[in-house]
């Protein structure tokens, strides 16, 4: 994983990897999400941008099964989710967060067996007793879970605690204990968030190679280069509504994105910069 290379074009298929139809999410009288659709397709990786407020995570979980939307439907290869985020884990479909959650004092390779759990068979009483099945599974998921710290980078850290990781490391981390559950979605929430410059290009090469494995991509990301380097579409949320959804050019260009962002458009054209304040405590519906 040593350069970086363009996004897959159009590799779309008949049923999309995710479908969001009509999705509306609200909280009392606060309406976070309002009736967005957004698809994404195998070997696609679509951005999902905003500024603070636009619903973006709420969106998120409505997607993991953290919230059950008020109004419309999720499906995962068309079929439609079931509202509990481990059931979502096993369907398919996994994900990070913008505030890193690892287990801090476990060590890197604790963190991705704990991934891998939703892939194993073996039940309460295999565990108690210890027998061949159990071995044999356990051997099974530390092999795969190396294999997925080499695929990041981080196989030389397996034993060290993850706490003790650098920032930009712990986001690897993360992402490979997502990966631990194989799955064909990945949703990564602000995954270059604090990081400088040579980290978040280490991220863009990541998530590229995962791309390349076939898992599909849904980003969320305040570093606009960082989203535009990467996708291959792009649809924005603003005071939960998706006001437009296409390819670079398209994003950049629309007035009503750069209203959202700078308040007012501008003369002529020119690129929308997202707010940069990543350090706000969100809410229900922050984001």
Same mark, same amino acid.
């Given at each position: ?189 602000? *995954?270059?968030? =604090?990081?400088?410059?040579? %980290?978040?290009? #280490? ?8 791309? $390349? +494995? ?50 007012? *458009?501008?003369? =002529?054209?020119?690129?929308? %910069?997202?707010? #940069? ?8 519906? $922050? +984001?």
């Amino acid at each position: 994983m040593t350069t970086t290379t363009a996004p897959a074009a159009g590799l779309t298929t008949a049923t999309p990897v995710l479908e969001a139809s009509g999705v509306i999410m609200r909280f009392g009288g606060l309406t976070a999400v309002n009736n967005v659709n957004l698809t994404v397709g195998q070997g696609e990786i679509v951005g999902l941008i905003g500024p603070n407020g636009a619903g973006k995570t709420t969106f998120f979980n409505c997607l993991t099964g953290l919230y059950v939307p008020t109004e419309g439907t999720v499906k995962y290869k068309g079929t439609v989710l079931p509202p509990k985020p481990h059931l979502v884990t096993q369907a398919g479909i996994a994900r990070t967060f913008q505030n890193i959650r690892l287990f801090a004092n476990m060590t890197v390779l604790e963190n991705v067996l704990v991934g891998r759990f939703s892939r194993t068979k073996e039940g309460i009483f295999s565990a108690i007793l210890r027998g061949p099945g159990f071995h044999r599974a356990e051997a099974e998921s530390r092999e795969k879970a190396m294999e997925l710290l080499e695929f990041c980078g981080l196989a030389n850290k397996a034993e060290h605690l993850a706490r003790n990781l650098p920032y930009g490391e712990q986001r690897k981390l993360e992402i490979a204990r997502a990966l631990a559950s194989d799955p064909g979605l990945l949703l990564l929430d602000e *995954p270059t968030a =604090g990081m400088n410059p040579q %980290e978040t290009v #280490a991220a863009e090469e990541l998530v590229f190679a995962i791309r $390349d +494995k076939g898992i599909a991509i849904l980003v969320i990301e305040h570093d606009m280069k960082f989203i535009f380097n990467l996708c291959d579409r792009t649809a924005v949320l603003v005071q939960g509504q998706k006001i437009v959804e296409g390819d670079k050019e398209t994003v950049q260009n629309d007035e009503r994105v750069i209203t959202a962002y700078l308040g007012a *458009p501008l003369e =002529g054209t020119g690129t929308p %910069e997202a707010d #940069a304040d990543t350090s706000t405590t969100s809410t229900e519906a $922050d +984001k």
